[in-house]
């Protein structure tokens, strides 16, 4: 997924496998296969730094929640799952138009906006550390190539330090800027409840539903 922890895990799983396929690289082919697969992965690692995307209850939205107006999108869907889909375009946009304090692994803060916003100049400081993540992952990658080491656990924690922290990031927001969509679980994350904050509440009914399996 694109959002939120998932988009990390995501990444966090391909990076894991281009490290393994460089480090057993024999040749420049093998190594170049390394970099693609690296490349896949960082389409998840990058979108953390979205506004947009850090904290959107994607996955939530689609079980707990309803569109209540639909024609607030021009009747454009094919079913209700799309119908759902286009609540969590809403809190993306949103978001991704006021910005958010994100918080990475080292508790540094700095503004970040909407994919839309990567070149502008309010989002330098963003992007600088969108360039230095993908830099020091590629990195990684030539590492585990040229020692033969993957180096799993070591790489794994040097990424998190730097990457947006989902939870953090929530809390960070949740005063200054109230999510449209929040969800929590229940210590044993069996259920999840998703609320909608007061000025949104004609677009959207969301209730407490069991998480399914595989969730």
């Excluded at 803060?109 to 990567?118: N, T």
């Excluded at 992952?137 to 585990?144: E, G, K, L, R, V």
């Excluded at 949740?174 to 449209?180: A, G, T, V």
């Amino acid at each position: 997924d694109h959002f939120g922890e998932d988009a990390t895990q995501a990444y966090l799983v391909g990076h894991g496998l281009a490290l393994k396929l460089a480090s057993k690289a024999t040749n420049e082919n093998e190594l170049l296969y390394a970099y693609a697969v690296e490349g896949y992965a960082d389409h998840f690692m990058t979108d953390t730094f979205a506004a947009g995307h850090i904290r959107t209850p994607r996955k939530e939205l689609q079980i707990a929640c309803e569109n209540l107006s639909p024609g607030f999108w021009a009747g454009i869907f094919a079913n209700e799952d799309e119908e759902r889909a286009m609540l969590a375009k809403l809190m993306h946009d949103h978001d991704g138009e006021k910005g958010l304090t994100m918080v990475n692994g080292r508790v540094e803060k700095w503004v970040a906006e909407g994919d839309k916003h990567f070149f502008t100049s309010d989002s330098s400081e963003n992007r600088q550390r969108v360039i230095a993540a993908v830099q020091l992952s590629a990195d990684q990658i030539y590492t585990a190539y040229k020692t033969r080491n993957p180096d799993l656990d070591a790489n794994k924690a040097a990424m998190l330090q730097i990457l947006p922290d989902f939870k953090a990031t929530r809390r960070a927001n949740l005063k200054s800027r109230p999510p449209i969509f929040d969800a929590t679980y229940n210590d044993a994350r069996t259920y999840v409840t998703v609320q909608v904050d007061k000025d949104h509440q004609d677009k959207a009914r969301c209730t407490t539903v069991r998480v399914p399996e595989g969730f």
